[in-house]
C-alpha cells in the first residue's frame, strides 16, 4: 500500500472543498486498485457528490438544520456550537475508497471527492490518501 498525506486549507468559516484533482494525481499511473481518503479529525469528515450549481451550499445548510449551532451541546469548547461539529462526522464520515481503474478515479459523471469542514476553529486539515493495488 501506497500513503500519503497531504495538507488544506478549508478556512475559518464552514467549507465543502473540492480534493477531487488531488487524489486523482496520486493515483495516476498506479494502475487498478482502490484509493482510500481519510480525514484523521474529530470535526471533519469526506464526501463524493455534486459539486457547484449550490449542491455544496444546501450541503452545509443541511447539516445546520441537522446540528444547530446553540448552546444544546454538551461537548462545549470552542465556538458556540462547537459540539455540533463532533457529531457531524457520524453522518458525513471521516473516509472514503473510490475504485481506480488504469490510474483513473471510477467516479460518476457529476461525482467529486470533498472535504466537508463545519469547524472554522480549525482551517487546516491533514488528508491521507492511501492507494491499494487491485
Known amino acids: 500500500m501506497d500513503s500519503v498525506l497531504i495538507d488544506v486549507v478549508t478556512g475559518d468559516r464552514p467549507a465543502v472543498l473540492d480534493i477531487t484533482g488531488r487524489v486523482a494525481a496520486f493515483c495516476a499511473g498506479r494502475g487498478d486498485g482502490l484509493v482510500h481518503v481519510f480525514v484523521p479529525h ?18 452545509l445548510a ?49 461525482q467529486s471527492i470533498t472535504i466537508v469542514d463545519p469547524n472554522g476553529d480549525n482551517p487546516k486539515r491533514r488528508v491521507r490518501l492511501s492507494f491499494l493495488r487491485g
Open 42 to 59: 474529530a470535526t471533519c469528515g469526506v464526501a463524493i457528490f455534486e459539486t457547484g450549481a449550490g449542491s455544496d451550499v444546501d450541503l
Open 62 to 110: 443541511s447539516l445546520d438544520t441537522l446540528f444547530p449551532r446553540d448552546d444544546r451541546w454538551r461537548h462545549r469548547h470552542g465556538s458556540p456550537g462547537h459540539g455540533a461539529d463532533h457529531v457531524m462526522p457520524a453522518i458525513v464520515a471521516p473516509a472514503i475508497s473510490v475504485p481506480v481503474i488504469a490510474g483513473s478515479l471510477a467516479l460518476g459523471t457529476w
